[in-house]
């Protein structure tokens, strides 16, 4: 497919999950991936697998905690590509426990890597997709940052800021044809879901009306929509990818 030809697209957090099938997905549509993580030895997989599709593709270190560091990478990403199309802000932690337990380096790493990433990267792309007059930012952020749930206050926190700020992002670039939306996913299947008890699974995908766990590919099929013109008079949205288990 040929969706995407011709354009760049950098995804965060893409060594494994939902950001590996993001860069996959954006790749065998066409475009050009710039692939980002703390390290870039944890890149090896995703790179290997993109240039079997036959994609270009280039690893870079990114820390989005660092202001200076974002800005340093897409800096780089528009002067070596020439642009930047597609930004996807995948990147994320948990540290789950009740708030009375929860310590404040818990509560602070997950809002630097989640929320306080975001506005990095978001900031740091925003002035080539200005120049352009063109762009689509979209933001990983999660069923939990709609409903909440025990235990992750923090995380909850931080994907519901996620929501908000690509609200208020979207009414800011709009008018530079730079749409911002978010995805909300709920229970994707990973490695934690596997080593579920059944048990633990039933009661899990009880709560879910379509009866089963979502795939990391569902969530790269909705990204490829919101990063296409498929979806060009869509901005400030939320598209929650969960089996309608929050409606």
Known sequence: ???????????????????????????????????????????????????QLGAKVTCKELDVTSTDACQKVFNEVAEENGRIDILVNNAGITRDGLLMRMSEEDWDAVLTVNLKGVF?????????????????????????GLMGNAGQANYAASKGGVIAFTKSIAKELSSRNIRVNAIAPGFISSKMTDALSDEVRQKMLEAIPL????TPQNVADAVSFLASEQSS???????????????
């Not at 925003?126 to 979209?138: A, D, F, P, V």
């Open 1 to 51: 497919m040929t969706m995407f030809k011709g354009k760049t697209a950098i995804v965060t957090g893409a060594a494994r999950g939902i950001g590996q099938a993001i860069a996959l997905d954006l790749a065998a549509k066409g475009a050009d991936l710039v692939i980002g993580d703390l390290k870039t030895e944890w890149l090896t997989e995703t790179e290997d697998a993109l240039k």
């Open 120 to 144: 990095n990267c978001t900031k740091a792309v925003t002035r080539t997709m200005m120049k352009q007059r063109s762009g689509s930012i979209i933001n990983i952020a999660s069923i939990i």
């Open 211 to 214: 009866g089963i766990f979502g």
């Open 233 to 247: 008079y869509i901005t400030g949205q939320v598209l929650s990818v969960n089996g309608g288990m929050h409606m």
